[in-house]
């Protein structure tokens, strides 16, 4: 059984950074993908980054481009996703999702694995 435990969150100033990790467990990950979503109060929940276990190659939503970085360790089976400039807007709980299929796609319902979540909170 595959589980994903994120860890990072907490309560930052807007203009500073804060790293979120994501490890996942119940099989060797190689291949597939690894995502981070957001939801905020009252909003859907949406793609933020992505990652492909095989290659590292990643994606970004255009909100959090040249902000964000995702990096992944195969040794550690992790994800992380560094947050560098925070807004408050980037105020959200932060979810880990994985799929199998080594496709990179920006919609949650395509993913089969979940972390219970992270809350990250970003003070102006």
């Known amino acids: 059984q595959v589980r994903l435990v994120e860890s990072g969150g907490g309560l930052v100033q807007a203009g500073d950074s804060l790293t979120l990790s994501c490890v996942a467990s119940g099989r060797t990950f190689s291949t597939g993908v690894m995502a981070w979503f957001r939801q905020s109060p009252g909003k859907e929940r949406v793609f933020v980054a992505g990652i492909k276990w095989s290659d590292g190659s990643t994606g970004y939503a255009n909100a959090v481009k040249d902000r964000f970085t995702m990096s992944r360790d195969n040794a550690k089976n992790t994800v992380y996703l560094q947050m560098n400039s925070l807004k408050p807007e980037d105020t959200a709980v932060y979810y880990c999702?994985?799929?199998?299929?080594?496709?990179?796609?920006?919609?949650?319902?395509?993913?089969?694995?979940w972390g219970q979540g992270t809350q990250v909170t970003v003070s102006s």
């Open positions: 999702a994985g799929r199998d299929a080594e496709v990179m796609i920006n919609s949650d319902k395509y993913y089969n694995y």
